[in-house]
């Protein structure tokens, strides 16, 4: 997906929400703000909107000094999808379709999204989703593929969301996973550190994307990156971000509940509906 008008408020808004996060100074807050009004100022039209993200959070990062704005709002995250743990493993172990639950459950866990969401109530979320089919779904598709499949790439999303990407890992048996998280710290991305928390260690193996600075992974749209997405036997993506960057490499299946309006939009399904899809060129 490429970047369009109502993206430049939206851009706004995480920095200022994210800028009064890392700091309580507002001359940088001021900062933060004029610098990313600079930035879109001179915004291409040709790329992403994770692309544009990057270089938005990199600016609050290096003019607050807060390497990890959303630090606590990750841990705290992290031990409310652990609270619902049993309950969600629960709901999977009484399924006629265990994957088919566990798939509701990992794509409900999309609600926790500081990039689009300011306020959401988890519980309520995951029942919702339980109670609603896939407005537009490639799970026969996804269960062939499966059947042969030896090694999943898994790209993961957003801490807590984590929790439930942990039950939907679990039930793939004696599959092996290659969990992809952020090699650093953006939004409340998952990054190492969650997966700790979210009792992942040693469940999968581990690789890493890009946060938009040097030394945390390649980017999405990186040739080898996409080079390793092709050679696996299933790549699973999870969340917007990784489809607005990755939409467009069809062996890819995506993961995520409709949050944005452009994106729902290009889907062709409403805001709040729950998709589980193959990726095309649109």
Same mark, same amino acid.
């Given at each position: 997906m490429r +970047?369009?008008? /109502?993206? +430049?408020?939206?851009f706004m808004q995480q920095a200022l929400k994210t800028a009064k996060l890392a700091t309580d100074d507002e001359r940088k807050q001021e900062q933060i703000l004029r610098e990313t009004a600079a930035l879109l100022h001179e915004l291409s039209y040709g790329c992403s909107p994770p692309h544009i993200a990057h270089q938005v959070h990199e600016i609050v990062r290096r003019v607050s000094g807060n390497p990890d704005p959303y630090s606590k709002i990750k841990s705290h995250d992290n031990k409310l999808a652990l609270r619902l743990y049993p309950w969600l493993k629960k709901q999977v172990s009484q399924s006629d379709d265990p994957i088919y639950t566990?798939?509701?459950l990992a794509v409900a866990g999309n609600i926790i999204d500081y990039g689009v969401n300011h306020v959401f109530d988890v519980e309520e979320t995951v029942k919702r989703v339980l109670g609603v089919d896939f407005a537009l779904d490639s =799970? /026969? $598709? !996804? @269960?062939q593929e =499966? $059947?042969?499949? @030896?090694? *999943? *790439?898994?790209l993961a999303d957003n801490a807590g969301e984590i929790v439930f990407d942990r039950v939907l890992i $679990? $039930?793939?048996d004696d599959i092996r996973v290659t969990l &992809? &998280?952020?090699g650093g710290p953006i939004i409340n991305d998952a990054t190492v550190g969650d997966v700790r928390e979210a009792g992942l260690t040693g469940k999968v193996e581990l690789d890493y994307m890009g946060n938009g600075m040097p030394g945390t992974g390649p980017e999405r749209t990186d040739p &080898? !990156?996409?080079?390793?997405?092709?050679k696996a036997d299933l790549v699973l993506s999870k969340g917007q971000g990784n489809f607005e960057g990755l939409n467009e490499q069809d062996y890819i299946f995506f993961l995520l509940m409709a949050k944005c309006p452009l994106i729902a939009k290009h889907i062709g399904v409403g +805001?709040? /509906?729950? &998709?589980f899809i193959r990726g095309f060129n649109r």
């Open positions: +970047v369009n008008l /109502d993206c +430049v408020p939206c566990a798939l509701k =799970l /026969d $598709e !996804f @269960r =499966l $059947e042969k499949a @030896r090694q *999943i *790439i898994y $679990e $039930e793939l &992809v &998280v952020k &080898v !990156f996409l080079k390793k997405l092709k +805001v709040g /509906d729950i &998709v």
